[in-house]
């Protein structure tokens, strides 16, 4: 009789540990379609970009000159693009009051002095 016990015991571990291993294989699947579909949306999005569209909506980027920066501007989203180097020069144009590089700005954003 303890050997019939043994077997059923036997059994339900197997059981128990097969659907734990089918869990775990299902969630690596999962894992591993997000990844594959990150990884095919990342490409649109590059390709999208590539082709002067915006990489968070689609709209169209038009470039443009701002002084001594390119632009990459966004009406539909209200967005720009900025390199950080172009940034940093802006900053510092503001910190130092450097009138004739704040009103091209000025001028490219439609603002006034």
Known sequence: MNTGLDQL???KEEEFFHK???EQLQA????HFDEEQQQRESELKFKAFQEGHSPLT???L???RVGHA???????EGSLMLTYQS????VEAAK??????????QAFLGKTA
């Open 9 to 11: 015991k036997k059994a």
């Open 20 to 22: 734990q291993q089918q």
């Open 28 to 31: 690596i699947r999962e894992r």
């Open 58 to 60: 689609g709209a169209k």
């Open 62 to 64: 038009f470039k443009a």
């Open 70 to 76: 390119t632009v990459l501007d966004c009406p539909e």
């Open 87 to 90: 940034i940093m020069e802006l």
């Open 96 to 105: 130092c009051n450097n009138e004739d590089v704040l009103k091209v700005w």
